[in-house]
């Protein structure tokens, strides 16, 4: 079956731009998360959905940040205003929560490049 | 703090040869930790997971340990193969939280040897 899936692959925008991160997850999880990579470091954490439940920002760095979630699907994170240490791996990853299991599926990831 | 952590940043092996990958962490709290391995360009992808009522469990030329005593996890890869390179992160679910969440340690890069 399909797998989370992230659209652009790839985004150059020019420092001050607002961007638009798409995650499709895998149909019917019902967990979503958002992972920040930067060059050879590890998965940081950002935002996380379950369910209809309050978003968990916990982890979004600023409040340029911001994410959502339609009808319990595709999750859009929008960054405003970019600026030049925005530019990472953005990763998805969703989850179906199911038996307890806390497998997280990863989509391939969007990178963006603040000029 | 919470934190998941590796011993060493580059782990190089010989074609063949096992290949063990560690991995520390601080929060006795939880319960479940999972393996991914990253190719370059790519997103992580499961390896393997444990849940802390169990100390080992294996896979496909996998194991997984599990020492909560000291709180520490490694990876053991058998017959260790040129596909195998790729960065491996360990990570931990955030507590007994049940959320999912689950909190990356910054990653061993495993280089095989041809």
């Known amino acids: 079956g399909a797998g989370v899936s992230q659209s652009p692959s790839n985004k150059v925008t020019e420092k001050g731009k607002d961007v638009e991160l798409r995650c499709d997850p895998i149909s019917g999880h019902t967990a979503l998360y958002w992972y920040r990579q930067s060059l050879g470091q590890g998965l940081e954490f950002l935002i996380y959905f379950q369910g209809n439940s309050a978003p968990d920002k916990s982890g979004l760095p600023s409040d340029r940040f911001s994410a959502e979630r339609t009808g319990g699907s595709v999750s859009t994170l929008t960054i405003q205003r970019t600026q030049q240490e925005d530019s990472a791996v953005y990763l998805c990853a969703s989850s179906s929560m199911a038996g307890g299991s806390y497998e997280q599926y990863f989509g391939p990831g969007t990178r963006l490049t603040v000029t | 703090g919470e934190s998941v952590g590796l011993h060493l940043p580059t782990l190089s092996v010989q074609e063949g040869d096992n290949s063990i990958i560690n991995c520390a962490y601080s929060n006795s709290a939880s319960d479940y930790f999972i393996w991914y391995k990253q190719e370059s360009g790519k997103g992580p992808q499961f390896i393997i997971d444990i849940r802390s009522n169990m100390d080992k469990r294996q896979g496909q030329r996998v194991t997984v340990l599990l020492n909560k005593t000291v709180k520490h996890l490694s990876l053991q890869i058998a017959a260790t193969q040129p596909g195998d390179s790729a960065v491996y992160f360990c990570?931990?679910?955030?507590?007994?939280?049940?959320?999912?969440?689950?909190?990356f340690g910054q990653g061993t890069t495993l280089q095989v040897k041809p």
């Open positions: 990570a931990e679910n955030e507590g007994s939280s049940n959320t999912g969440k689950l909190i």
